[in-house]
């Protein structure tokens, strides 16, 4: 699965070419995984390229560069507007954004005073996270046996390289085991997430995500939906979820930038309700792509326009 390439690559100050965005080995973050990161998706509407809540996905770069003392050497609006311009300057219509802030090329050794912040903006295509008829038929996920970290190991609320360490663990499982994503328990044993996804289930007429103090990221398209579901009508809680609790549901589904809004068909070879996409999560994905794609108004504002004169600057 190699990646489709896009001209350029954005790193400290810099538009580079792509096969040029390289990295000295001795790097801090190569050997300790010091880095923090974000995923944001633009959209293809008929004015244009539209990203999706750009504001809320570079204040938590911000948020996880601070939990880790990185002092980021740009501001917020200065990162926001690089990622307009990396998607003008690309000529992409839809695309994935990949912001990075990472300790580098100094000295090797865990202790990281001294390392520069570099930070580097890449936008590139990227389609279905779980393959292509994943939105509408849905996937089969098992219960990793790798939990997700303890509140006072890693900071789930950083979205850091570190914990994709734990995420590759609960990923390789999966697959390994021939499913199409693990879903993580915390270590109290409740729901957490997946290895990229925040998840929600449906049960008895409510729809329920773990809270943030279920070891979750603090996911953006997660807090989209609640806010989308509670607009149309439905009853949203956080509750800490049990995980017989995922087999008796209605529906499951996951959210995130990169595997949008996924229905969960199985756990554990369990069918979830009748094993097929449900009318909740149907109705909440039309409700989401329809404000993407801008094909519904955008009300809730969170949508970025990329100026086509932003290629320029
Ligand atoms: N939890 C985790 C662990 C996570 O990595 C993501 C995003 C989410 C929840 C959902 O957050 P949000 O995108 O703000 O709704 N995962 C990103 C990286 C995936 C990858 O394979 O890389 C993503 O979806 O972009």
Redesign the pocket.
């Known amino acids: 699965m190699a990646m489709v390439k896009s001209d350029k690559i954005w790193m400290n100050g810099q538009f580079v070419a792509w096969d040029d965005a390289k990295v000295h080995v001795l790097s801090h973050v190569l050997h300790y995984g010091s880095s923090v990161f974000e ?1 944001i998706r633009a959209y293809h509407t008929k004015n244009g390229p539209a990203i999706f809540r750009l504001g809320e996905h570079i204040e938590r770069l911000m948020q996880s560069s601070k939990i880790y003392r990185m002092k980021v050497p740009y501001s917020a609006e200065q990162i926001e507007r690089v990622c307009l311009e990396t998607v003008a300057i690309n000529n992409l219509k839809e695309c994935y954004i990949r912001p990075l802030v990472y300790r580098g090329y100094a000295h090797v050794g865990v202790n990281p005073i001294g390392t520069p912040i570099d930070v580097m903006v890449a936008a590139y295509p990227w389609g279905k996270y779980l393959g292509d008829d994943a939105l509408t038929k849905g996937v089969a996920v098992k219960i990793g046996t790798w939990a997700r970290m303890a509140p006072n190991t890693l900071p789930a609320m950083a ?1 850091a390289g570190g ?1 994709y360490l734990n ?1 590759q663990l609960l990923k390789l499982e999966a697959v390994e085991d021939g499913y199409a994503e693990a879903i993580a328990l915390d270590t109290q044993g409740y729901v957490s ?6 998840m929600f289930i449906v049960i008895k007429g409510e729809i329920i995500t773990p809270p943030v103090a279920s070891s ?2 603090a ?4 807090s989209s939906v609640m806010k989308l579901a509670n607009d149309m009508g439905y009853s949203v809680r956080e509750a800490v979820v049990p995980r017989e609790m995922l087999y008796i549901a209605d529906e499951v589904f996951f ?5 949008e809004i996924t229905p969960v068909t199985s756990v554990d070879r369990i069918e979830i309700g009748n094993g097929e996409r449900g009318p909740v999560t149907k109705a909440i994905q039309d409700a989401f792509f329809g404000i993407v794609n801008g094909d519904l108004p955008d009300r809730y504002g969170w949508l970025s326009m990329v100026p086509q004169s932003a290629a320029k600057r």
Do not use: D, H, M, Q
């Not at 997430?193 to 925040?198: D, R």
């Not at 959210?255 to 595997?259: D, E, M």
């Open positions: 995923g979205k914990n995420s997430e997946g290895s990229g996804e925040n979750i990221l996911g953006i398209t997660r959210t995130g930038t990169a595997v």
